[in-house]
Structures are given as structure tokens and as C-alpha cells.
């Protein structure tokens, strides 16, 4: 537990200095010396995290997710980065979620079919499946997030 401990305290320090100590203290409410401990490497520090809450607000304003992407590492799990920069917050629900469902299907098997039309695969066309496939997921990911919403 002390290996995994030290790992994601590096982590909580790196996500803590990309965002800054002052702007970490303002999103946090947490002070300089709060913050501090939760990384901190000192042994009366060991059984100090930050809280999900905390590292959730300062991830929405760091360049990467380091600590949610350190937890990932620690399970053996893949991220994926969705780099869609929306301008309004998601609309329209999970009936619209269903119609961009069905289009990222459809368009999916497009690509599949064009891909199979001479029996072979190629690696331009895999791109192409995969990037629709990441896109597809992010439509469900989407729906999950909107199904979650509804249910609160």
C-alpha cells in the first residue's frame, strides 16, 4: 500500500501544481497547508488523500488528469481522451442522445462495409473504424452521463 501510496501523492502534486496552489485553494477551499499534506511524503502524512470531490473540480481545470489517470494505471485501465470542446453544455437529452446513438451506429457500419468490400482491412481504414468507434463510445458515454442526470 506504501508503493501506491507515494505513487498517487506524486499524482495529487502534479495535478496540484498544473492548476497552481492558489487557483488549488480557491477551487478547493482547501488551504496551502491542506493541499500540501495531501501530497506530502512525510510519514504523519501517509494516511492523508485528497478528497474525489477536490481532485474532480481541479481536473476540470488542470491540462491532464493526473490522479484519475494514475487510479486508471493502477487497475491496468486504458483512458481515452475525448477532445470534443463543446461551447454549451450537453442539451437535448437522452432522446437526443439516441438519434446521435443511431447516426455514429450508421456511420460505423458505413466505414465497416467499405472496409470489407475486398475481404481485407487496411490500416487506413482501420483508423477509420477506430476513430468512429471512439465516437460512438463517446455518444454512449454521453447518454450514461444524461441517464445519470435524469435518475438524481
Request: no cysteine; aromatic share 4%; net charge negative.
Given at each position: 500500500m506504501a508503493?501506491?501510496?507515494s505513487y498517487l501523492k506524486?499524482?495529487?502534486e502534479a495535478l496540484v501544481k498544473d492548476v497552481?496552489?492558489?487557483t488549488a485553494c480557491q477551487l478547493t477551499g482547501k488551504s496551502k497547508a491542506t493541499l500540501g499534506r495531501y501530497?506530502?511524503?512525510n510519514?504523519?502524512?501517509a494516511d492523508r488523500f485528497m478528497p474525489v470531490d477536490a481532485v474532480a473540480k481541479l481536473e476540470a481545470e488542470s491540462t491532464y488528469p493526473h490522479v484519475t489517470s494514475a487510479l486508471a494505471e493502477l487497475k491496468n485501465i486504458t483512458l481515452s481522451y475525448d477532445d470534443r470542446k463543446p461551447n454549451a453544455?450537453?442539451?437535448g437529452g437522452v432522446n437526443a442522445d439516441v438519434?446521435?446513438?443511431s447516426q455514429r451506429f450508421a456511420m460505423l457500419m458505413t466505414e465497416y462495409q467499405a472496409a470489407i468490400e475486398d475481404n481485407i482491412i487496411t490500416v487506413n481504414e482501420a483508423k477509420r473504424l477506430l476513430r468512429e468507434t471512439v465516437m460512438l463510445q463517446q455518444v454512449?458515454?454521453?447518454m450514461k452521463l444524461h441517464l445519470e442526470e435524469e435518475r438524481s
Open positions: 508503493d501506491i501510496g506524486r499524482h495529487t497552481g496552489i492558489e501530497y506530502s511524503d510519514p504523519e502524512h453544455a450537453r442539451t438519434i446521435a446513438l454512449l458515454i454521453d
